[in-house]
């Protein structure tokens, strides 16, 4: 029985998943981070042999009916880094196994077009929008960290969400539900309290992208300021969207778009924002993920295998998936 092996791959977890050639999941496992500009050498390769130690104990036969593994890691934008995360797979499989290391993004963008080209814009802590043409051509758009970028964030929320909260303490924004809404949040009574929460946090950035949530809970009450805030954001993830439009594929040529990541998870704000201000784009195929992203992964290592039958392994897949939840 011919086996395949889809790894998403990120900077806090990573996730493994096995299917048999007809798409059914039968192995499924977890690691640590296995970004290679975050970790050194030693630290990466204990993370991927404990990720390929459990999947080898719940398969009968062990790896050694793995025919293809797709493994989707944050980080290998670059062939060094990807030639890295090869080099520490490789060597816990057959000789026979056939391995691609890509960035995780496609996870995110096959979850959804299921192996065809398209856009994904991720929107969860950070922000990012990729786009992948049918001439194999490939371009992103902001993904530049929270420093220089990642505007629509979960980050660039909050974080304008404590700023709209700040100034209205100063008098110098409108008054916001969001300043009481933060205080609770982080068990504050004043501004600078709240401040030294912010900076005093473990994680500050976590912390920051954490405040985005008060902004969604405050737009549903009305709050003019996190209206403004959220109308931002989405124009932000509209513009990302129509620049790999414009780069990518001719005009007319239908596109699958997938948004993705905790920014869109509730379907009535961010989502319906995002496609009104694209509406002029009538080749835009909106497209929700049916998978997760390492079942994107499963995907791009069905790809790999040319004599699969995708359109059936695409349908066990997600029925597998919607059976595991």
């Known amino acids: 029985m011919s086996i395949v092996i889809g790894i ?29 500009n975050a970790m050194e050498r030693t630290v990466l390769a204990g993370e991927f042999k404990q990720l390929f130690t459990e999947l080898e104990k719940q398969l009968s036969n062990g790896l050694h009916d793995v025919s293809h593994v797709f493994a989707g890691v944050a980080g290998t934008a670059h062939e060094a880094n990807q030639k890295l995360v090869e080099e520490l797979i490789i060597p816990h499989l057959s000789e026979a196994t056939a391995v691609q290391v890509q960035p995780d993004i496609m996870n995110a963008l096959y979850s959804g077009t299921f192996g065809t080209p398209g856009i994904v814009q991720i929107a969860g802590t950070g922000s990012i929008a990729y786009g992948l043409n049918s001439c194999g051509q490939s371009d992103r758009v902001s993904g ?12 660039d929320i909050g974080r304008q969400g404590l700023l709209a909260a700040l100034k209205s303490c100063d008098g110098r924004g409108q008054e916001t539900m969001i300043l009481p809404l933060l205080y609770d949040h982080f068990e504050a009574a004043e501004p600078q309290q709240l401040i030294n929460k912010v900076y005093g946090a473990a ?35 509209a513009r990302n969207i129509r620049v790999l439009l414009e780069r990518l594929f001719a005009w007319g040529e239908r596109v699958p778009v997938v948004l993705a990541g905790g920014i869109f998870s509730d ?37 790999m295998d040319k004599t699969a039958n995708k359109e059936s392994f695409i349908q066990q897949l997600i029925e597998s998936f919607q059976e595991s939840r």
């Open 267 to 303: 379907k009535a704000v961010m989502v319906p924002k995002v496609q009104k201000l694209l509406e002029d784009r009538q080749e835009i195929q909106w497209t929700d993920p049916a998978l997760p992203p390492v079942g994107g992964s499963l995907i791009g290592a069905c790809k």
């Open 203 to 237: 994680q500050p950035n976590d912390a920051i992208a954490s405040s985005a949530r008060i902004v969604f809970h405050a737009y549903k009450q009305g709050d003019p300021a996190a209206e403004g805030i959220l109308d931002q954001a989405a124009l932000e993830i």
């Open 144 to 155: 530049w960290g929270y420093l220089l970028g990642d505007e629509g964030s979960g980050f």
């Open 8 to 36: 998403d791959g990120g900077g806090t977890k990573t996730l493994a998943a096995a299917s048999d050639e007809n798409g059914s999941v039968i192995a499924q496992a977890k690691a640590g981070p296995t970004n290679p």
